[in-house]
């Protein structure tokens, strides 16, 4: 009797647990939508006209006495103002929200800016001033000449004092492990420090920008109390500005003059010198650069003069010079004459030369380019014209495959430093000292690298090309491009085609392997295949609909045998065929954010379309798209209920004045949004401007169809834009940082002070 009274009550309980089981899991799928309203949005609610009140009255008595510049009648009305809202507020009655308004619109009657900014704070510390109106005020208050001055002048204080911490703070938490390391770091982060005390410029981007503001102000109020010390700051900051426009043109001519470019080095020696008259320096290198701009142009004079005197061969110049001009012309023959007639003669190198032309003509490429060298080898090319010009076409322009000899050399060399002293393969880390110092202070960080040396030897394999690579693949392609049957033609390509494979674009890769003439076609294929999917992926990854159609249909086209060129195919089809003028999409989360947009005033939805529950036919998180003319597309969640799903959609055509209505308070909307929450940025869109202009206008009847005039904008809500939580900076002035390096096996944890933020308008002072 027990055991059957047991054995049943298991079998209960087993049961229960599977029919909770079963519950939970039903209650885990997403329920069906159901079927969406027949008609999605209200009916148009037309208000009744409502009289102007007292308050009315007094707010257009307020408006008119200040736009005549009546202080006192504009004072009278704001007193007016104040006795309605003490009346209604004694009567618990909701305010008329006009006081802060009209107490900012009596301000802005004060003829004197400074005035005004001081009735701004005033108006702030007061209760009632909240919203737009407070946000604006208070963008206003902050935007004081002086005050911007004194706070760029703050920020440079902090920054230097930032890096000063910081170099301090950075070598001794990474010495916390490693404490026998601690005064080296120590050493070099001084040096480091030291160098970028020494070359940094006489006045920083804020500097810059301090000096704008004074200058404006200065010019605004010239008669105001303390423009006196502000001329002082104007001037010592200007002089500081033109150091440093000499120190940057200064730098620039030694950079030109380096490389060869006389011209080029003299005028930034001479722009130094309007900068800083009588300088030294600038005077030294203008100096300089005229010579070797004056021998230089004399070469050019000299390159341009034909030979004179008794010993010239005149005969076999002349038959040199025919044979040079005939198209069928024995030229070998005649150089030949003429050289061994005088090795030694004021032509020899000339008869050389022609033999040169000679051999480039037949296309001996290497015989051509050893004649050439030989003939660069001859003399001193400043007295010898041939040598000069033999030196010019072996520059890396003319003599393409000898760069790219040159540039893969140092390319494998500079991968083989990577491989032994990782990051510092191309030398000291810190260039504003002397490098023989320099290299003092870096060589033991350099000799610590050597620990990583294992890792980077399995890394080797994978490792991306070198920056370096890149200049040997622009020798390899001009190579290519100027000697389609050239002697190394096959060798370029094959390496043009491996490293393009390398760093992943198979775009070039395959280009390049079409003119290859030994390539196997399942390498071929393998790189078409690659191809075409990265193609496709860059043509998916492009918002302009018009271009992201012409880019399927080049995909389709160049790669047709290939999956990637087969779906490339298909979405430029459905993209065509459900193409419209425009497409400004209004999320749900946009909606739900901003209930004034979806409300009766705005689209009018029904309220059950965004109450989250999908048995109604619940909106889908797409929500409205404006497609052109007064069309918009609603879309809704599907028989399935997932939001990943697409949506069904239906369309509906608004009057000319709710579409009008609408796309006013929606740009309203996106503005308070912006000037309430900073993180609400809208962002500009020239096409979204100039369609909602029409619709404002009543000009929608005809949609425009160019390609040009098709906008994409999507309002997004904050918290689709931004995910639940938003990320905010934090309000203590420094990060901690946790840095790692496997080179040397390193690890260290330090608190680093942030440099203040940068204005949007520093790339202005640059």
């Given at each position: 009797?027990?055991?059957?009274?047991?054995?049943?009550?298991?079998?209960?309980?087993?049961?229960?647990?599977?029919?909770?089981?079963?519950?939970?899991?039903?209650?885990?799928?997403?329920?069906?939508?159901?079927?969406?309203?027949?008609?999605?949005?209200?009916?148009?609610?037309?208000?009744?006209?409502?009289?102007?009140?007292?308050?009315?009255?007094?707010?257009?008595?307020?408006?008119?006495?200040?736009?005549?510049?009546?202080?006192?009648?504009a004072t009278r009305a704001l007193r007016r103002m104040q006795n309605i809202e003490t009346v209604l507020r004694a009567a618990e009655e909701l305010p008329t929200g006009l006081l802060p308004v009209s107490a900012d619109l009596l301000n802005t009657t004060l003829d004197d800016p400074r005035a005004y900014r001081e009735a701004t704070l005033t108006l702030l510390e007061e209760k009632g001033v909240e919203g737009a109106i407070e946000e604006r005020l208070e963008q206003f208050s902050q935007d004081?000449?002086?005050?911007?001055?004194?706070?760029?002048?703050?920020?440079?204080?902090?920054?230097?004092?930032?890096?000063?911490?910081?170099?301090?703070?950075?070598?001794?938490?990474?010495?916390?492990?490693?404490?026998?390391?601690?005064?080296?770091?120590?050493?070099?982060?001084?040096?480091?420090?030291?160098?970028?005390?020494?070359?940094?410029?006489?006045?920083?981007?804020?500097?810059?920008?301090?000096?704008?503001?004074?200058?404006?102000?200065?010019?605004?109020?010239?008669?105001?109390?303390?423009?006196?010390?502000?001329?002082?700051?104007?001037?010592?900051?200007?002089?500081?500005?033109?150091?440093?426009?000499?120190?940057?043109?200064?730098?620039?001519?030694?950079?030109?003059?380096?490389?060869?470019?006389?011209?080029?080095?003299?005028?930034?020696a001479s722009r130094a010198l309007q900068h800083w008259p009588e300088d030294v320096v600038a005077t030294e290198l203008r100096d300089r650069a005229a010579e070797q701009l004056l021998a230089q142009r004399a070469g050019q004079r000299r390159s341009l003069e034909a030979p004179t005197g008794a010993n010239v061969p005149s005969a076999e110049a002349r038959s040199l010079a025919i044979a040079l001009l005939s198209p069928d012309g024995d030229v070998a023959s005649?150089?030949?004459?003429?050289?061994?007639?005088?090795?030694?003669?004021?032509?020899?190198?000339?008869?050389?030369?022609?033999?040169?032309?000679?051999?480039?003509?037949?296309?001996?490429?290497?015989?051509?380019?050893?004649?050439?060298?030989?003939?660069?080898?001859?003399?001193?090319?400043?007295?010898?014209?041939?040598?000069?010009?033999?030196?010019?076409?072996?520059?890396?322009?003319?003599?393409?495959?000898?760069?790219?000899?040159?540039?893969?050399?140092?390319?494998?060399?500079?991968?083989?430093?990577?491989?032994?002293?990782?990051?510092?393969?191309?030398?000291?880390?810190?260039?504003?000292?002397?490098?023989?110092?320099?290299?003092?202070?870096?060589?033991?960080?350099?000799?610590?690298?050597?620990?990583?040396?294992?890792?980077?030897?399995?890394?080797?394999?994978?490792?991306?090309?070198?920056?370096?690579?890149?200049?040997?693949?622009?020798?390899?392609?001009?190579?290519?491009?100027?000697?389609?049957?050239?002697?190394?033609?096959?060798?370029?390509?094959?390496?043009?085609?491996?490293?393009?494979?390398?760093?992943?674009?198979?775009?070039?890769?395959?280009?390049?392997?079409?003119?290859?003439?030994?390539?196997?076609?399942?390498?071929?294929?393998?790189?078409?295949?690659?191809?075409?999917?990265?193609?496709?992926?860059?043509?998916?990854?492009?918002?302009?609909?018009?271009?992201?159609?012409?880019?399927?249909?080049?995909?389709?086209?160049?790669?047709?045998?290939?999956?990637?060129?087969?779906?490339?195919?298909?979405?430029?089809?459905?993209?065509?065929?459900?193409?419209?003028?425009?497409?400004?999409?209004?999320?749900?989360?946009?909606?739900?954010?901003?209930?004034?947009?979806?409300?009766?005033?705005?689209?009018?939805?029904?309220?059950?379309?965004?109450?989250?529950?999908?048995?109604?036919?619940?909106?889908?998180?797409?929500?409205?798209?404006?497609?052109?003319?007064?069309?918009?597309?609603?879309?809704?969640?599907?028989?399935?209920?997932?939001?990943?799903?697409?949506?069904?959609?239906?369309?509906?055509?608004?009057?000319?004045?709710?579409?009008?209505?609408?796309?006013?308070?929606?740009?309203?909307?996106?503005?308070?949004?912006?000037?309430?929450?900073?993180?609400?940025?809208?962002?500009?869109?020239?096409?979204?401007?100039?369609?909602?202009?029409?619709?404002?206008?009543?000009?929608?009847?005809?949609?425009?169809?160019?390609?040009?005039?098709?906008?994409?904008?999507?309002?997004?809500?904050?918290?689709?834009?931004?995910?639940?939580?938003?990320?905010?900076?934090?309000?203590?002035?420094?990060?901690?940082?946790?840095?790692?390096?496997?080179?040397?096996?390193?690890?260290?944890?330090?608190?680093?002070?942030?440099?203040?933020?940068?204005?949007?308008?520093?790339?202005?002072?640059?």
């Amino acid at each position: 009797m027990t055991d059957s009274r047991r054995s049943s009550g298991a079998s209960r309980a087993a049961l229960a647990a599977l029919l909770l089981f079963a519950l939970e899991f039903v209650g885990c799928r997403t329920p069906p939508a159901g079927i969406p309203p027949e008609r999605a949005l209200d009916p148009v609610v037309h208000t009744p006209l409502q009289l102007p009140d007292v308050a009315d009255h007094t707010a257009a008595d307020l408006a008119t006495a200040a736009l005549q510049s009546d202080r006192e009648a504009a004072t009278r009305a704001l007193r007016r103002m104040q006795n309605i809202e003490t009346v209604l507020r004694a009567a618990e009655e909701l305010p008329t929200g006009l006081l802060p308004v009209s107490a900012d619109l009596l301000n802005t009657t004060l003829d004197d800016p400074r005035a005004y900014r001081e009735a701004t704070l005033t108006l702030l510390e007061e209760k009632g001033v909240e919203g737009a109106i407070e946000e604006r005020l208070e963008q206003f208050s902050q935007d004081d000449l002086l005050l911007l001055a004194r706070r760029r002048v703050r920020d440079i204080y902090w920054t230097e004092g930032a890096r000063l911490f910081n170099s301090i703070a950075e070598p001794i938490g990474q010495s916390v492990f490693n404490t026998a390391m601690a005064p080296y770091r120590l050493t070099r982060s001084a040096f480091a420090y030291g160098a970028a005390m020494y070359t940094r410029p006489a006045i920083t981007v804020q500097g810059r920008q301090a000096l704008v503001h004074w200058k404006s102000y200065v010019e605004r109020n010239p008669d105001a109390p303390g423009v006196g010390e502000i001329r002082g700051k104007i001037d010592e900051a200007s002089k500081r500005w033109a150091a440093t426009q000499r120190d940057r043109a200064i730098a620039r001519a030694k950079t030109a003059l380096d490389s060869g470019q006389p011209r080029r080095a003299l005028t930034y020696a001479s722009r130094a010198l309007q900068h800083w008259p009588e300088d030294v320096v600038a005077t030294e290198l203008r100096d300089r650069a005229a010579e070797q701009l004056l021998a230089q142009r004399a070469g050019q004079r000299r390159s341009l003069e034909a030979p004179t005197g008794a010993n010239v061969p005149s005969a076999e110049a002349r038959s040199l010079a025919i044979a040079l001009l005939s198209p069928d012309g024995d030229v070998a023959s005649h150089a030949s004459a003429l050289f061994e007639m005088d090795p030694g003669g004021p032509l020899a190198d000339e008869a050389r030369f022609a033999h040169a032309i000679h051999l480039a003509e037949s296309g001996s490429e290497a015989p051509l380019w050893q004649e050439i060298r030989r003939i660069a080898q001859t003399g001193e090319p400043a007295h010898t014209n041939m040598a000069r010009h033999a030196q010019q076409l072996l520059n890396p322009a003319n003599h393409p495959y000898n760069a790219f000899v040159r540039a893969r050399s140092r390319d494998r060399w500079g991968r083989f430093r990577w491989l032994w002293v990782g990051a510092y393969r191309n030398g000291p880390m810190i260039r504003s000292l002397p490098m023989s110092l320099s290299w003092l202070i870096e060589l033991p960080a350099m000799a610590q690298s050597l620990i990583g040396l294992p890792i980077r030897l399995v890394q080797w394999p994978f490792e991306k090309p070198l920056p370096s690579a890149r200049i040997t693949a622009v020798h390899a392609r001009r190579y290519l491009a100027r000697r389609e049957d050239g002697d190394h033609v096959d060798e370029l390509r094959s390496w043009l085609i491996g490293f393009e494979a390398q760093r992943g674009n198979f775009v070039s890769a395959h280009m390049v392997a079409l003119e290859a003439r030994d390539l196997s076609h399942k390498k071929l294929a393998t790189l078409e295949k690659k191809a075409a999917e990265q193609s496709l992926s860059a043509a998916e990854w492009e918002q302009n609909r018009a271009l992201r159609i012409a880019m399927y249909r080049r995909v389709a086209s160049d790669y047709p045998d290939t999956p990637a060129g087969r779906q490339a195919g298909h979405n430029a089809r459905a993209l065509a065929q459900n193409t419209t003028p425009t497409r400004i999409r209004v999320t749900r989360g946009f909606l739900q954010e901003n209930r004034d947009v979806a409300g009766p005033r705005g689209l009018g939805i029904a309220p059950q379309l965004l109450d989250e529950n999908p048995a109604n036919g619940e909106l889908h998180p797409d929500g409205v798209a404006f497609l052109g003319g007064r069309r918009i597309e609603l879309s809704f969640l599907n028989e399935s209920g997932d939001e990943d799903d697409p949506p069904r959609t239906a369309h509906e055509t608004l009057p000319n004045g709710r579409f009008a209505r609408l796309v006013s308070l929606l740009e309203e909307t996106s503005y308070r949004n912006s000037l309430l929450d900073r993180d609400a940025t809208l962002i500009p869109d020239a096409q979204r401007d100039v369609f909602f202009e029409r619709a404002r206008l009543g000009l929608l009847e005809e949609p425009d169809w160019r390609p040009g005039a098709e906008s994409d904008f999507v309002y997004q809500g904050m918290r689709e834009r931004y995910g639940m939580v938003r990320a905010r900076e934090s309000i203590l002035p420094f990060d901690l940082v946790l840095r790692g390096n496997l080179g040397d096996f390193s690890f260290g944890a330090f608190p680093r002070l942030r440099p203040p933020k940068k204005t949007a308008d520093a790339f202005l002072y640059r």
